[in-house]
Structures are given as structure tokens and as C-alpha cells.
Nanobody, 126 residues
Framework: QVQLVESGGGLVQTGGSLSLSCAVS????????MGWFRQAPGQERDFVAA????????HYADSVKGRFTISRDNAQNTLYLQMNNLEPGDTAVYYC???????????????????WGQGTQVTVSS
């Protein structure tokens, strides 16, 4: 069973930075493509970023490109999301997710992932 635990959320002012972590308990963590999603109150869960298992190629939502950076440490079984120049619109619960390597569903959709963490709250004040 794969378990994911996010940490690092909190309250920050506009223009500030936060770094999220996701600790993953899984054999062969390096074989999983990993993603970050976020969900604001009353809204659907939206794709934020993903990092491919084999190549570490990254993908971002247009809304965070240039401000957020996804990375992974396969030796530590940890996924990261560095968030800079935060805006009030970034306020949401942030979730990390893991995707088995043979999945073909788009990695930009919830259905493209097999395992989810419980989420961590990020609040950006204006």
C-alpha cells in the first residue's frame, strides 16, 4: 500500500513563498510519476504540477508556471513543491498524488492518479 503525507502548508502574505513536502511510503518510489493538485473551497480539484518517473520531466499548469517548481528526491522518497510569489488565488488545500508507471490517462487529471495524500492547507493573505 502506498501512503502519502503532505506537510509545509501555512499562512503567507502575497508575494511570499512556501515549500511543500510529500513523504511517500512505497517500494520503488522512483517508478511513480508524481503530481500536485489543489482544491479551493467550492471548486474542483485542479492540476498544479507533475514530474515524470523515468525522466523527471516536469509539467505545470499555466497559472503557476514560472512561480512554482516541482522536484523529487528518490533517495528520500519525497516530493516537493516550491511556491514563490504567491497570490491570493493560490489559496487552497494542496494534495500530492502518485501514478503507476503504466497509466495512460492524462497526468493533468485526477483520474490519472492512483494514490492521494490527505492534503495541506495553503492560505495567501492580500
Amino acid at each position: 500500500q502506498v501512503q502519502l503525507v503532505e506537510s509545509g502548508g501555512g499562512l503567507v502574505q502575497t508575494g511570499g513563498s512556501l515549500s511543500l513536502s510529500c513523504a511517500v511510503s512505497a517500494r520503488l518510489f522512483s517508478m511513480y510519476t508524481m503530481g500536485w493538485f489543489r482544491q479551493a473551497p467550492g471548486q474542483e480539484r485542479d492540476f498544479v504540477a507533475a514530474i515524470i518517473s523515468s525522466t523527471s520531466v516536469t509539467h505545470y499548469a499555466d497559472s503557476v508556471k514560472g512561480r512554482f517548481t516541482i522536484s523529487r528526491d528518490n533517495a528520500q522518497n519525497t516530493l516537493y513543491l516550491q511556491m514563490n510569489n504567491l497570490e491570493p488565488g493560490d489559496t487552497a488545500v494542496y494534495y500530492c498524488a502518485a501514478r503507476k508507471s503504466l497509466r495512460t490517462t492524462s497526468l493533468r487529471t485526477e483520474n490519472g492518479y492512483d494514490y492521494w495524500g490527505q492534503g495541506t492547507q495553503v492560505t495567501v493573505s492580500s
